[in-house]
């Protein structure tokens, strides 16, 4: 390109441009919008479900996604970073299991936001760590509302999967499960979770 200067004609070099490629997680958060329900973002906002950011992508969607980039530690964990109702719930799907460690499960449990999300977490990853039982013990004996929510809803599932309980653990999970079922003071949904877990107890020591 050139051009003058006084009398003179000068002539300036172009710079190349090399562009980098795009993260995945970029790639998938610019995916969010072309999954966008406005319709179901709106209504869970009147429910009182609230996210700094929320497009409304059903579930069916997004698994969808997941399953298009496949498991991937770096990515799932710079999702869940994002105050994004579809990154964290993506971000569980990537999480392979098998380096998904105690420590970093609790403190997603801890950062989660609405049950909504906790609920996927459990169906999409922790129901499948090797220390979720043992996890879900320890959850259901705390006092905090989102780790009951983790707890209850992880040994939910891994009684209906048919996971192995002693005697002794069976009554720790009942006796846990019917003190938030009988206490008032809890919030409908989690007790309403708890008793499922009750359901659960009687149908294993039904078969």
Not at 57 to 81: I, N, P
Request: aromatic share 8%; net charge negative; with cysteine.
């Amino acid at each position: 390109m050139s051009y003058y200067k006084g009398n003179v004609v000068c002539v300036a070099r172009r710079k190349s441009v090399t562009l980098q490629p795009m993260s995945k997680a970029k790639e998938i958060r610019q995916t969010f919008r072309l999954l966008m329900n406005g319709v179901t973002a709106q209504s869970q906002r009147e429910k009182g479900v609230d996210y700094h950011i929320n497009w409304g992508a059903s579930l069916g969607h997004l698994r969808d996604l997941a399953a298009d980039y496949g498991k991937d530690y770096d990515t799932a964990v710079e999702l869940w970073h994002d105050d994004v109702r579809e990154s964290k719930m993506v971000a569980v799907m990537l999480m392979p299991v098998d380096a998904f460690d105690r420590q970093t499960a609790e403190q997603w449990i801890a950062e989660t936001p609405t049950q909504e999300v906790a609920e996927v977490a459990v169906m999409e990853l922790y129901q499948y760590l090797s220390y979720a039982k043992e996890l879900a013990f320890a959850l259901i004996a705390t006092d905090g509302m989102m780790q009951r929510i983790y707890g209850c809803n992880i040994m939910a599932r891994l009684l209906s999967a048919g996971k192995e309980m002693t005697v002794e653990e069976q009554a720790l999970v009942r006796s846990e499960a019917e003190r938030i079922v009988t206490d008032e003071a809890q919030p409908l949904s989690l007790r309403h979770i708890a008793s499922n877990v009750l359901v659960r107890i009687e149908d294993a020591e039904g078969l």
